[in-house]
């Protein structure tokens, strides 16, 4: 048979194939527009019309498959709808939401230290399947900060999947180091206060309005025993509890520093040492500008910086076991060929979040299988977004 009718009809077939991968791409858009009006036009109807019943029949759902495409840059796994140009169909795909090609680079996540391993299984027993639907309540119990926004907690009375909402503006705030003549501990004074008996102290602390019994107290102290051999920021407040036992009526003051050196400009783990101090008397000429300064004992609550590389992780110790840095200001962007010439030379907190939360084949997966813990820290990292954007254009109000 003539070669050169075997290449013709190769190219006809190959060029049928295309066409009908690109008309079902054009009817699953349209589908899909055509299903989000809808849903549109049945919650903007309002009560009168009654509940909303969209159809669940399954020949009128769009279905992408599982997220099977790697990002050649960062690792990320992404669907084939996410790639940059959607008018091409390529064998091998570009993305960008992830890492800008390769423009965004952070270290990995390290792997989940073995109690929470166990604990976070989804294969797991009973005690495993308890601890994630009570993932909330555990973090607030080794939590160091508090959330200063509302949580609606009216919006999972009904039936349907977990929401977490929050109202009004949110920030995370920190109190003393000693809890005032009175009160009890909580938050960052259970790792100081009363260690001795710091299993009940927190229990005791977390578990009003009947959650207590969703509380295992061997989980608590398995979890005390793995902060205090894995997370750097609570081995900085462990070092002032000793302090203070030392010298009891000594007053002092915590530092959290928040600048970094040039050995952690690349992201290297950080240790006690260098982010955290304790400071006995007069701050003296220490920049305070981010720094969280936890003083001794004091009536009020201190609001933190969201640009401290320590924000997340002393509101999420479940998420960062390992008290891991978070965005801060000054992370270089990548030199890539696809760079241009006036683009940004450093990382914005979106493009940190955004990286951070993509699903990667060879990183550490404590923050994937978060639950509803980690769609808390979803929606704490978009509030902190919208308000540098705020805050942005509250500066630059001139241009």
Known sequence: MDVAFIARENRKRRKVILNQRRNKEIIQTVELEHRTNRTIDVINSGVASGPSTISLDPANQLHLGLPEYECQFCGALLWYNERIYKSRNEHIPRFSLCCQEGRIYLPLLRE?????????????????????????????????????????????????????????QNHHIIGSLLPSDGHRPKFAQLYIYDTENEVANRMNA???????????????????QMFDCENEIVKAFRMARDRFVQDDFMPMR?????????????????????????????????????????????????????????????????????????????????QTSRRKTNSRQYITMREFYAYRIQNRLNDGKTLMRGGKLFQQY????????????LQYIRRNQTN
């Open 112 to 168: 989940t230290p073995h109690i929470l391993e166990t604990l976070l299984d989804y294969q797991g027993g009973r005690e495993g399947r308890k601890f994630r639907d009570n993932i909330r309540l555990y973090n607030s119990m080794f939590a160091f900060t508090s959330i200063g926004a509302k949580v609606d907690t009216g919006i999972n009375k009904s039936p349907g999947p977990y929401v977490f909402r929050i109202n009004g």
């Open 206 to 224: 977390f578990g009003t309005d009947g959650n207590l019994q969703n509380i295992d107290r061997n989980i608590v102290a398995d979890l005390i």
């Open 254 to 334: 915590l530092r959290i520093i928040g600048s970094r050196g040039e050995v952690l400009q690349q992201y290297n783990r950080p240790s006690c040492a260098e982010i955290a101090g304790l400071i006995v008397g007069d701050l003296g000429s220490v920049d305070r500008h981010r720094d969280i300064i936890v003083d001794h004992k004091t009536e009020g609550l201190k609001r933190i910086s969201d640009l401290h590389p320590s924000f997340m992780a002393m509101q999420y110790p479940i998420l960062f076991p390992y008290g891991e840095d978070g965005f801060r200001l000054g992370i270089q962007c990548r």
């Open 378 to 389: 979803i929606v704490d990292a978009f509030s902190c977004v919208e308000e540098e954007r």
